[in-house]
């Protein structure tokens, strides 16, 4: 697990993007942003929380300032889901009765309190242990064709894919298949793969000094490729995250 303190001094812009392993349960400290989620639209302000879960497609904007804690949580950390189905994204209206544990949850990752992964999820709030839904494996032939390609991002991500290597893949047109991965996951496959590779990018960060070894062990042409994505998908210079996140 991770966390982070973020904050955006200036109008920004994010693009329709998904973490595909992880929760994010972020705490919203001041400022507010627009998030655009399954074609609605809505306002974040202070003391909002805010809980999306892996594959949930949605972008941002931040029209001024946005300053908020967020808490990661890889996939494999998922409990029994109450509801019996797929809990989607949740935002809690000033969530006071959350802060403390929030706040103590954040702090104990922060401080490199756990030394193991069972501490880590035994350690996880009750209070949010619900929303830690484990996804269901679909059996259609949609959810077959779905796993397959996601699979195959996943194993070579750090090189050039082409949509017709996909729909070969997946013995679909080129049409079909964009189409079902669209409609599916959020975003078109080509904007996946670069989503995947940002994702990947900020994983490697927390451990690499060299921002020109990143850019290339997750398939970008050149450092000047990565820095503008990266600026682009997350809203700050790959420097500055490395600061925020080393941290």
């Excluded at 400290?29 to 003391?47: M, S, T, W």
């Excluded at 029209?63 to 967020?70: L, S």
């Excluded at 050039?160 to 996909?166: D, G």
């Excluded at 820095?227 to 600061?243: E, L, Q, S």
Aim: some cysteine; glycine content about 4%.
């Amino acid at each position: 697990m991770e966390c982070a303190t973020l904050f955006y001094d200036k109008e920004h812009y994010f693009p329709m993007h998904l973490h595909p392993d992880l929760y994010t349960f972020s705490y919203i400290l001041g400022g507010g942003a627009n998030l655009i989620c399954q074609d609605a639209v809505f306002r974040l302000k202070e003391n909002d929380l805010v809980i999306i879960p892996p594959y949930m497609a949605h972008q941002s904007k931040v029209e001024d300032y946005f300053y908020y804690k967020v808490i990661r949580v890889p996939k494999p950390h998922s409990f029994v889901d109450v509801s019996n189905r797929r809990m989607g994204l949740t935002i809690i209206r000033d969530c006071y009765s959350y802060k403390d544990h929030f706040n103590n949850w954040f702090e104990a990752i922060r401080s490199g309190h756990y030394t193991s992964m069972d501490q880590e999820v035994d350690a996880i709030p009750d209070v949010f242990k619900r929303f830690l839904a484990p996804n269901k494996a679909q059996s259609t032939q949609s959810g077959i064709v779905l796993r397959t390609a996601l699979a195959h991002f996943e194993e070579n991500y750090d090189r050039p894919i082409l949509v017709e290597e996909l729909s070969d893949l997946t013995c679909l047109s080129h049409s079909h298949f964009q189409r079902l991965f669209k409609n599916n996951i959020g975003i078109a496959p080509m904007r996946y793969l670069l989503n995947l590779r940002i994702e990947k990018a900020k994983e490697y960060i927390k451990t690499k000094d060299s921002f020109g070894d990143v850019a290339y062990e997750t398939g970008f042409y050149d450092q000047s490729h990565f820095n503008k994505y990266f600026k682009i998908n997350v809203g700050m210079i790959p420097k500055r995250y490395a600061d925020l996140v080393k941290e």
